[in-house]
């Protein structure tokens, strides 16, 4: 079984900078692609930013030079930096894998998810 807790959310002033972290655990062989997600209240979740294992970056347009995803894949953990937050980054921020466990399963696991509140 694999896991990934996220964490870091929290309660910040527009302007201000958070730094999310999602860990793996479990029976991992490998991680391929990681994701971070946000769902807004009413509104579908939606994807944020993509880090592949060799550190290919995607992110949408809303957040390009703002927010910065990494990963350290010696700790099968990926980051969110996240500065200039702006109310409309509002969201909770979920952690997506692809992952392929131990027994050779290509699993797609999500995190429980990390409330970011951005107060104006």
């Known amino acids: 079984q694999v896991q990934l807790v996220e964490s870091g959310g929290g309660l910040v002033q527009a302007g201000g900078s958070l730094r999310l972290s999602c860990a793996a655990s479990?029976?991992?062989?490998?991680?391929?692609?990681m994701d971070w997600y946000r769902q807004a209240p009413g509104k579908q979740r939606e994807l944020v930013a993509r880090?592949?294992?060799?550190?290919?970056?995607y992110y949408t347009d809303s957040v390009k030079g703002r927010f910065t995803i990494s990963r350290d894949n010696a700790k099968n953990t990926v980051y969110l930096q996240m500065n200039s937050l702006k109310p409309e980054d509002t969201a909770v921020y979920y952690c997506?894998?692809?992952?392929?466990?131990?027994?050779?399963?290509?699993?797609?696991?999500w995190g429980q998810g990390t409330l970011v509140t951005v107060s104006s």
């Open positions: 479990g029976s991992i062989f490998s991680i391929n692609v």
């Open positions: 997506n894998a692809a992952v392929v466990d131990g027994s050779g399963s290509y699993l797609e696991v």
């Open positions: 880090i592949t294992s060799h550190g290919s970056t």
